[in-house]
């Protein structure tokens, strides 16, 4: 999949980094709870057969409830979410030109840590985060400490690369872009924990 970057006000595509996938690998020694249960149906003690009946009757109680929740996990996980679906809208943004002053109020009006900076006909030019805020005096301009090439992607697509995205490239925030490459919205790292919260295993089981 292929990343866009903001750059200028223009969208280009670049070279999504490689996330460096660590792979368990299968350990042959691991005892496999039903290979137990079943050796000791086959062979059952005759002194211990209620305990160990009633105790194969509860772990196998405990292993629907574990097979009901992964059942319910993976319908979850059929149905496709895009960043779209989570995303923090109207998107509250800010001109280069606007002081750090601005921006600071604007930031703590809205309870928000980003604000995309766009130009005069709403094309995203850059980016600014309240860490970059920090020490700097209030009157200067924000296009000063503002990070210009600003990776964005479509609104269509699904909050698991988002997550990879954000991920991969260690940031918080993602501005979405339409079809037409205007801005409709952002996605951050409280979007995604907010979906998670509510997703219905998660209230059910926890």
Request: proline share 4%.
């Amino acid at each position: 999949m292929s990343l866009m970057i903001s750059r200028s006000g223009k969208i280009q595509e670049i070279t999504r980094k490689s996330l460096t996938k660590k792979v368990t690998p299968p350990d042959d020694n691991r005892v496999h709870f039903e290979d137990v249960l079943e050796k000791e149906s086959e062979h059952p003690d005759e002194k211990n057969f209620s305990h160990k009946e009633q105790h194969r009757k509860e772990s196998n109680v405990e292993a629907k409830g574990i097979k009901s929740y992964q059942k319910q996990s993976n319908q979850i996980n059929t149905k496709l979410v895009h960043a779209k679906d989570i995303c923090s809208r109207p998107v509250i943004t800010a001109r280069p030109q606007d002081t750090i002053s601005m921006a600071m109020e604007k930031m703590q009006k809205y309870k928000i840590h980003h604000l995309p900076l766009v130009d005069s006909n709403g094309k995203l030019v850059g980016i600014i985060s309240d860490r970059d805020l920090l020490g700097k005096r209030s009157h200067e301009r924000l296009e000063r400490y503002s990070t210009v090439d600003v990776l964005v992607v479509k609104e269509s697509l699904e909050i698991k690369m988002v997550a990879r995205l954000m991920l991969e490239n260690h940031i918080s925030a993602l501005p979405l872009i339409n079809e037409e490459e205007e801005l409709t919205g952002m996605v951050t790292k409280s979007n995604l924990l907010e979906y998670i919260m509510k997703s219905t295993p998660f209230e059910r089981h926890v």
